[in-house]
């Protein structure tokens, strides 16, 4: 796919995803290789068409290297490759490429991490030992024998050879026969031991052609999912517990995303505004509810005392004990272990989401709309949605809306053990 295309699919989907329209530009709050990281990793596991492109791309490479016959591998290499042998796509002079080979014959071009992988990803599974060098490809142990025996490989008298010039069949057997430039002495015999070690782990095969193997699947057949996981290039974001706790089962999915931005700290507050230089003169940064501190993720979800005012208040109707925090991470924690270790971390994920959300919705009111406070009903609002939201997702539940408000470790006992009872009634069904 060219480039100029991607390029415009992903504008696409990132206007999409930040509610930017034609005219109207809008803050991209997270870069778009996080965004399309795996949802393990911390992303948000959009499918990423780069690398889907690369992914792809990688696999005419390894069509090219399989050992199978096919029209158009003569067509490239009768019109690309002047020299002898085995065609390698890393190495192409680009100008003489036209467009419509281009993107697969300069693979390697497209980006290094693809080149590494394509360089790295591959090993040959050796039949005759007629394709692969013996020197520089890797074919036996996992590295070439040129990076195993860097002393030997000086004194080897044929450096470009094949595997198969390197000895000869007597009747079924095969006798390795390597020529040397001089007698091996000191450490050269301490790699040369090493070489005959790896050299005798490898059969060669009479009549069978020399295939490629992708390292990274078993059954060494490349697949454009392997790849497109290998190519993932951003380190996780988020640690797996959070990662856990946003994708928690029992809340809508743009909670979820909410949850998501709260963890990673892009959620619009006046301080990450201002970062952006998006607070006009005159505007404060103080906190859009208790209207005294600076409001960054950590106060408006932790130390503000309105806000904190109402996780106390949720503490206490699971019938916890409160211990204040610092950080909104903290709060995060307290839910998926303390609460988590009474009724299960998905609820207490869910629990902490419900609440999170709730806070912003709050201070979004007294900020755009600067009335409507209903800090006296919030408590109340939680419940409703809390209980709203876990009927809807867990059909069949049972309990009611005053069970719920009265005794919430009981019903959220209760659903884990409805729950468990589905699952297992459903694992039967299937095997029936
Ligand atoms: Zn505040």
Redesign the pocket.
């Known amino acids: 796919m060219p480039n100029s295309v991607l390029a415009h699919l992903i504008k696409i989907q990132r206007d999409f995803l930040w509610g930017a329209t034609e005219g109207k530009r809008k803050i991209a709050w997270v870069k778009w290789d996080a965004i399309c990281c795996s949802k393990a990793k911390g992303g948000l596991g959009v499918p990423d068409l780069r690398r889907r492109n690369w992914a792809m791309l990688g696999k005419w490479w390894y069509r090219l290297g399989d050992g199978r016959e096919g029209l158009w591998k003569r067509v490239v290499k009768d019109k690309y490759y002047d020299g002898e042998g085995e065609v390698s796509m890393i190495d192409v002079d680009t100008v003489r490429v036209s467009n419509i080979w281009g993107d697969i014959i300069c693979v390697g071009g497209q980006s290094m991490k693809l080149k590494s992988m394509l360089v790295k990803g591959f090993r040959w599974e050796v039949g005759d030992g007629c394709r692969v060098s013996f020197w520089r490809d890797v074919w036996a142990g996992n590295k070439s024998l040129r990076d195993l025996c860097p002393r030997l490989f000086q004194l080897a008298e044929y450096k470009e050879s094949k595997v198969k010039e390197n000895g000869l069949w007597e009747g079924a057997s095969w006798k390795w026969d390597l020529k040397w430039r001089r007698e091996r002495l000191g450490r050269e015999q301490d790699e040369e031991k090493k070489f005959w070690e790896v050299l005798g782990s490898v059969q060669l095969r009479q009549s069978v052609v020399d295939t490629w193997q992708w390292t990274h699947e078993i059954g060494g057949n490349y697949t454009v999912k392997t790849a497109y996981d290998y190519l993932e290039s951003v380190d996780s974001l988020l640690e797996g517990h959070l990662c856990k706790l946003v994708w928690c089962g029992l809340v809508p999915s743009k909670v979820s995303f909410f949850g998501w931005r709260l963890c990673l700290d892009r959620l619009p507050t006046r301080w990450n505004l201002q970062k952006r230089g998006m607070v006009f003169q005159g505007d404060g940064m ?8 600076v ?1 960054d993720v950590n ?2 979800f932790c ?5 904190w005012s109402v996780w106390v208040k949720v503490i206490r109707w699971w019938g916890l004990e409160v211990v204040m925090p610092d950080k909104v991470r903290d709060v995060a924690d307290f839910f998926l272990w303390c609460l988590g270790h009474l009724v299960g971390k998905e609820m207490g994920a869910c629990i902490f989401l419900v609440v999170a959300w709730y806070l912003w919705y709050w201070r979004n009111v007294l900020v755009f709309q600067k009335h409507g406070d209903f800090r006296e009903q919030l408590l109340e609002v939680i419940q409703g949605k809390s209980f709203f939201w876990i009927r809807n997702k867990v059909e069949g539940c049972v309990f009611s809306f005053v069970q719920w408000q009265n005794n919430p470790v009981e019903c959220a006992k209760e659903l884990s053990r409805y729950k468990k009872s589905l699952k297992i009634f459903k694992q039967q069904q299937g095997r029936c």
């Open positions: 103080e906190c859009g509810l208790c209207k005294e501190g409001e106060h408006l130390t503000c005392k309105l806000a």
